[in-house]
Nanobody, 120 residues
Framework: QVKLVESGGDSVQPGGSLRLSCAAS?????MGWFRQSPGKEREGVAS???????TYADSVKGRFTVSKDNAKNILYLQMNNLELEDTAMYYC?????????????????WGQGTQVTVSS
């Protein structure tokens, strides 16, 4: 029911920055970012609810910031000081009923993903 479209993925050097965005077709109660690298399990990166509560994976704390424009239904992920290990397909997710934790571990709707590659 909710359509999600990610953008902003690119190739960047270690230490660089990147800003991802995700446009949702309708209102949601929470949104989040997940990532998956070849041979690894999908992991939650960051999530946020409409009150501004957030949660982050330990590996990105202090480097990534998640935010949401509730009026425009646009989710953002500001990624700074990128590392080689951040290379992955990043997926946007959202739910119309879940809380911030639900959008960190699972969600009802998913985007197609945007590729982030960190290399020298």
């Amino acid at each position: 029911q909710v359509k999600l479209v990610e953008s902003g993925g690119d190739s960047v050097q270690p230490g660089g920055s990147l800003r991802l965005s995700c446009a949702a077709s309708e209102d949601t109660t929470c949104m989040g970012w997940f990532r998956q690298s070849p041979g690894k399990e999908r992991e939650g990166v960051a999530s946020i609810d409409n009150e501004g509560l957030t949660t982050y994976a330990d590996s990105v704390k202090g480097r990534f910031t998640v935010s949401k424009d509730n009026a425009k239904n646009i989710l953002y992920l500001q990624m700074n000081n990128l590392e080689l290990e951040d290379t992955a397909m990043y997926y946007c997710a959202a739910d119309k009923y879940g809380d911030v934790w639900y959008c960190f571990y699972d969600a009802g709707y998913w985007g197609q993903g945007t590729q982030v590659t960190v290399s020298s």
